[in-house]
């Protein structure tokens, strides 16, 4: 049995090993799965979601220590992470008999299993396809061929079965076999079951699960159950995991949203089996006694058994050279599934179109359907099928310059508004509504788009006086919102663009009502989640899904912005229903541990904690401040006591954004907070986006400042082409890992130099160690080049970060001091200095280090990149996070034009053709650039003779270069042979032309 504190001097397993590309798959692996990701119930709203499994990793990598032996360090880690080919296999939903005895070879077919028809003839040694073997049996007095089954013998333990179908899984590579696979989350219990008795043998604990391995870890570590805090939780993805796991949980962040969300996580998908069946059974009853109170309104049926589902608006504005009303249609198409289209018939007597809805037969109408009355920004209509209007916007809104801001004539909305007076620019109407009734038989709906009648105008009118009597008092008691919304740089997007004030504005007089009931009625704090997911579906933001198969009101924040549009969909109560009642929400129910929530800025987080995990805001990624006042303005007031006490403010001005020296000072003072809070054998992790080049340095300085030093990092691919920002961008996540800083070191820059050489080498060759055992085994490996180049920065920084003076300068001063534009500091030129001592460490293999070190950057760019490619790494944040390392500024210059965030790739000297030979580009006139040129030359069936003739002239210093353009050729050779060609890339043709070239070179006599 472990001892108290046994392990407190321990290196924690995340300092010296991380199976990096494993984790890689696995979070890219979650974050596809959409809305089956556990929390997303909760808040699909909350962008930016750090992927559970690497939450998992980085709080057991903190918790587990490493032993003497990695490779068993590794395995462990794999078993407890579910990344072992049993787990894989038990993921992958087990592998019968009959596939193991095709997959495996050499296994006695008697010593493991039963065959039937026992008579059947199979071989007596796999492999073998038992339809290979069809033998005859007798059933029912008739002959028959069946194939032979075959099953487990009896005596076998699930240990000895797991060992086989491990060995038969259908793919050699990770990611093919997580591909079929499902998440270890999805079955926590299932995919563990096996690991334990392995696990308590290497560790000498005593577990059957997680909540009891991690208390015994937590004790032999910090002498009690380990407490894990993250203080910039946002919806709580590491404080649910590091719960889930067994740890007892101090979440806390300056958003009450956001705290919601985490105690949601805690108290809603953490909860007891008999917790949850009370939320789910309170929310049905919500559900319910909202959808009486709007039957009792009786405005949401049409009398004839039919309930409405969805609503569709639209804006109108009056032409000024028809002075007809024209509704603002970007597209008349309703439904293109069930083929449904909006026609407008002209109306001459009140100088308006009537909108019919129609059925149409043909996949052509709908497609005409597609244009509507909006069309780049214009109004185009025709009310006599003859002249045609043609009127802009812009002009209709008054749109004009203010100096640097966008204005228009749209009247300001007051707080009493909810619906456009008569003489507003923008006016609102009701098209379609569609309808929806019961099957006679089963529990399946039909659904019918209709025209708006008279009656419908008139159930308009009656939730318009309803509305209209109630506001003032709703308001008041906290019903409905009375916030005005504040400018900012998303917010200011519906004040410009509808005139909008305050933020009951951004839901029409039926979503008023119903958010108002729901929030009237939600007395609990699980009801309070579940109406945040409701106003995220029932808004005037929300748009109409008219695509095939969807037919659906969509949600405010399919990204992270407050978009206004002309035409929406509004949800019936019966339609919101299901948002309101948490539905998909799962439950993986805590083991008894504390949690608690804090709604508190980071600097001021009160709590003491073994283990911090952060994943704090950087750059401009999301807005949390400004969007989420969109829910915060419903909740203000009449809260649960649960979240009552929580500040219900976004305290725009304590969040800490952007990079700028307001982002620096806040992350000083946040993490001095946590470094105080943390015991000396305390550790952090923490995590950020790797976005701009100026993040090393910034992140170097509030280390420092705070206290602490790095004693790792690395670099997990988490997110594609994500919907939170624009372009192509593969999305990696850096994960340092950070203790205090106990002693005070000085050293000299002159000296550090051997430092971190020392250090990048120890550090890359460890890991190289490791990769190459793994190899052994396996076909893949742990480490790819990126991954050693991310250890190499590491190891520069554990070196820079644990010195407290350089220089004879105070580095926690020294990071303190604010930076000034284009300015380097002190600071910047040690990082600049630390992190090309360690890319310069990595040569790749073929050159020596001088001439490695004597080639220019973009060069060493080129050719390291290439080798990349021909390791089958071809992401595009590979050659962004190379280009930085490398001090390459226009990087794209050498990429294909047919790059995109998954498959990038270099030009090939062939396609490179003559350009950037010579003027600003930073690969002209160096021997690199001469080379390609040639190997182009050489497609071209360009004479050899001139061909050298052409790469003297072109060559600076030919002679000199001569042995180390040989060598890039035979290297370029090397690394394009292996590539596959395609149509319009062909390697193969600029290996062998490099191929040619390197002899000819050797060859020639000068
Ligand atoms: C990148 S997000 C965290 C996302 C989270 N890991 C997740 O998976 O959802 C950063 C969080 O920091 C919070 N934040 C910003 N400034 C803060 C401050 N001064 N103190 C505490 N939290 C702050 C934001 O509200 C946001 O929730």
Known sequence: MLKPLEWQDRPALIEHLLPVQKLSVESHKEQMSNQGKTLTALGSYWKGRKPLILNKACILGALLPTTEDSLQDLAMFELLMGMD???????QGRIKPNTIVQRVSGLVVADWFEVTPEHADVPDITPFDVNDFPCKVIRNNKKQTVIPKLSWRASLSEQQKLHWEAQALPYNAYRSNVSIARRPEELIDEAHRHIWPRINAFYGTNAISFPEFIEQIGIARFGHRPRVADVFCGSGQIP????????????????????????????????????????????????????????????ETDGQDWRAKAYLYCLEITCPESGWKVPLLPSLIISRGKKVIAELKPNATEKKYDIQIKYVKSDEEVKNAKVGTLQDGDIVHSPDGNIIHRVSLNGIRGDYKDGKDNKNALRMWEKSDFIPRSDDIYQERLYCVQWMKKKLK???????????????????????EYVGAHLAEWQKQGFVPDMVIEKGYNTDQPIRERGWTHWHHLFNPRQLLLNGLIRKHSILPASIVGLCQALNRNSRLCKWDSSEGVDAVGDVFYNQALNTLFNYGSRSSEYLSNQIRLDGCKNYPFAIIETK?????????????????????????????????FFIAWLRKNLPAEFAHWNWDSRRSLAIKGEDEGFRQGMIAAYRNMAQHMPDHGLQVLMFTHQSGAIW??????????????????????????????????????????????????TFRDDLGWEIEDAVKQQVESLIGLDQSVRAHHPEGLYTDADLQMAGYAAALKVLTAYSVIDGKDMVIESEQPRRKGIKTFVDELIDFAVQTAVQFLVPVGFDKGEWQKMTAVERFYLKMAEMEHQNLKT??????????FKVHHFDQLLSNSSKANSARLKLGAELKGNLMSGNAEIANTPLRALLYALFEIQKDVEGEDVLLHLMENCPNYLANKRLLAKMADYLAEKRGTLKPSKTFKPDQEASAARILAEAIRNQRV
């Open 85 to 91: 080919e049993q787990s894989l296999a038990i993921r």
């Open 240 to 299: 649910f995991e590091a719960a889930r796991l067994g740890c007892d949980v101090y979440a806390s962040d300056l958003n009450p949203i956001a705290c919601m969300l985490t105690w949601g996580a805690f108290h809603i998908v953490g909860a007891s089996p008999e917790q949850r069946r009370n939320i789910d059974k309170a929310q049905k009853e919500l559900a319910e006694k909202v959808q009486q109170e709007i039957d009792k309104l009786g405005i």
């Open 697 to 746: 340095s910034d992140m170097t300085t509030i280390i420092w400042a705070s206290g602490l030093q790095v004693t790792a990092a690395w670099y997990v691919v988490t997110e594609t082409d994500s919907a939170l920002r624009q372009g192509a961008n593969v999305k990696g996540t850096i994960i340092l890992i950070l203790r205090k800083r106990h002693q005070h070191l000085e």
């Open 876 to 885: 595009l944040d590979n050659y962004q996070n190379f280009a930085k390392a």
């Open 442 to 464: 089963g529990s399946q709906f039909l659904y019918d788009f209709r025209t708006v009648t008279a009656d419908d105008l008139q159930r308009e009118q009656q939730v318009i």
């Open 597 to 629: 929530v804090h709604s508190a800025p980071a600097n001021e987080f009160p709590e003491s904690c073994d283990v911090v995990i952060t994943d704090p805001p950087y750059g401009d990624a999301v807005k949390y401040e400004e969007i989420t006042e």
